[in-house]
C-alpha cells in the first residue's frame, strides 16, 4: 500500500521560511516524479513544485525563486522549503506522486498559515 505522510506545517510569519516533509512509502521511490501541490481557502488546487526522477525540478510562478524542491532517495523523503512567505502562501499544502500503479497518490495534506 502506498503512503504519503506529509509534515512540517504550522503558522510561520510573514517573510519567514518553512520546510515541508514528505515521506512516502509502499512504493520504489527513486523511480517516479515528486510533487507538491498546495490549496487555499476558496481556491483551486494548484501545483507548486515538481521533482523528476531525474533530478529536474519545475516551479509555479508564485513560488519561483522563492522555493526549493529537493528528495532524498535513500530516505524516500521529498522536501518543499519556501523563503519569504507571504499570507498568500497560506494554504494546506499535499504531497503528490503521479501515475503510480496507474493512478495519483496524495498525502493527507499539512496546513501552512501564514500570519503575524
Known amino acids: 500500500q502506498v503512503q504519503l505522510v506529509e509534515s512540517g506545517g504550522g503558522l510561520v510569519p510573514p517573510g519567514g521560511s518553512l520546510r515541508l516533509s514528505c515521506a512516502a512509502s509502499?512504493?520504489?521511490?527513486?523511480?517516479?516524479?515528486m510533487r507538491w501541490y498546495r490549496q487555499a481557502p476558496g481556491k483551486q488546487r494548484e501545483l507548486v513544485a515538481t521533482l523528476t526522477s531525474g533530478g529536474i525540478s519545475y516551479y509555479a510562478d508564485s513560488v519561483k525563486g522563492r522555493a526549493t524542491i529537493s528528495r532524498d532517495n535513500p530516505k524516500r523523503t521529498v522536501y518543499l522549503q519556501m523563503n519569504t512567505v507571504t499570507p498568500d502562501d497560506t494554504a494546506v499544502y499535499y504531497c503528490n506522486v503521479p501515475r503510480l500503479y496507474g493512478r495519483d497518490w496524495w498525502g493527507p495534506g499539512t496546513q501552512v498559515t501564514v500570519s503575524s
Open positions: 509502499g512504493m520504489t521511490f527513486s523511480s517516479y516524479d
